[in-house]
Each structure stands twice: as C-alpha cells, then as structure tokens.
C-alpha cells in the first residue's frame, strides 16, 4: 500500500513569490493535514482538509490557504513569501471516518525562501 | 488550548539498554488522543504507538510501550532493548475529538541517541 506523497521534495522561491506545495494521501484517507515544522518552532498545525472542506486551521495568516480536491488530493498554498516561511511542510492524511485516527505523514516538502 | 511539554530535549543511551521518554500535557478535554512519533535523520515521521485516554490499559507496541497516566496527564514512553535503529528525535503529540480528528498538537521534541 502506497503511502502519503509529497512533491516536490525541495522548494526555492524568492521572497514575494508564491509557493505551491502538493500531497497525495494514502488510498482511502479522506482528511489531509498540513503542518509547518520550522528551525526554533517545532510542528505546527496549518490546516485540516476533510471532503473537500476546511474543518480547522492553525494560527497561521491568510496567505497559508490550500484546497483539497474530489480525489482527496490537497494542494497548499503560500503567498506573499517571507523568509520565515522556510520550513519543512508535512502533509499527513488519516482515516477518522473509518474510526481510525492516527495520521500517517508523507516525506516533507523543503521550502526555502531567499 | 493544549499544551505538550517534553522536558528532556536530548537523551542518550547505551544500545540493548531501557530508556524512557517523558511527556506532559494539558487540556481541559475528556476525550481525546495522544501519540509518539519518530523522526529520524530521513525526516519521515513516523507513528510509533497511540494510546486513547478513555482507555485505562497502557498501549504497547513490541518493544515500545506508554505509561498513560490520565489524572496527572503524563505520557511517557518506554523503549526497551534499544537498537541503533532508534536513534531519532521523538514527538509526543496530542489530538482532541470534537466532530473529528483535529490537527495534532506536539511537543517540542526529545532527541535520542543509542550508542554502540
């Protein structure tokens, strides 16, 4: 069974640009998460993407949106790019319709903003 | 909100030896999940054992296992007959239930190293 997927793997924008970050979740997972893990914060909620909805989002700006698609695809992205924004963003899906809560992550997407 | 605290930023033990991670958490929710994670130097996270607070039964996980005390809100993990292979930055996460899994809430993280 594939697990969760992330592309791409490393990201280099310029400061103003936007990013767009891209995750594949294990087959059957209806909700994808997305979290920011940056050097001196630790991991941190962005968003939570179930049927295609927003449920929740973290204490990040506006310019951090995404969307998840009809095949549970989710797309994140960050606009106005700050040099802070370099991080590592994680995607992870679970499957908390089927009673099963734990949420397994994929690879990472490295974003580094100069 | 939650909080998560991990006070042990970086342990180190000798290989085949027991070691023990510590976690606190703080929350005024009743129902609600709580999970370690591994990350090793590849950055893949990794589930390595949940536990559900409305259960009184430690979880285990081969050699892994929690000591899940709920009115003190601790959750520490055990590993025991470390392997070389566990040497990675280890998470302790929390996630309430409130029409759904939420995101999760981790601490800050403690790095383990297994000396051969």
Not at chain 1, 9 to 28: D, E, F, V, W, Y
Not at chain 1, 53 to 65: D, I, L, V
Request: charge should be neutral; include cysteine.
């Amino acid at each position: 069974e594939a697990g969760v997927t992330q592309s791409p793997t490393h990201l280099i924008k310029t400061r103003g640009q936007q990013a767009t970050l891209r995750c594949s979740p294990i087959s059957g997972h209806t909700s994808v998460y997305w979290y920011q893990q940056a050097l001196g914060l630790g991991l941190q909620f962005l968003l939570w993407y179930d049927e295609g909805e927003e449920r929740n989002r973290g204490n990040f700006p506006p310019r951090f949106s995404g969307r998840q698609f009809p095949n549970y695809s989710s797309e994140l992205n960050v606009n106005a790019l700050e040099l802070e924004d370099s991080a590592l963003y994680l995607c992870a899906s679970s499957d908390w319709r089927g009673g099963h809560n734990e949420q397994f992550f994929g690879p990472g997407t490295r974003l580094t903003v100069l | 909100a939650q909080t998560v605290t991990q006070s042990q930023p970086e342990m180190s033990v000798q290989e085949a030896e027991t070691v023990t991670l510590s976690c606190t958490y703080d929350t005024s929710e009743s129902n609600y999940y709580l999970f370690w994670y591994k990350q090793p130097p590849s950055r893949q996270m990794i589930l390595v054992i949940r536990q559900e607070a409305y259960k009184q039964q430690n979880a285990t996980e081969n050699r892994f296992s929690v000591n899940f005390q709920k009115a003190a809100k601790s959750f520490s993990l055990k590993i025991s007959d470390s392997q070389l292979g566990d040497t990675a930055m280890y998470f302790c996460a929390f996630m309430k239930l409130k029409g759904g899994a939420d995101g999760l809430t981790f601490g800050k993280g403690t790095h383990l190293i297994i000396q051969p």
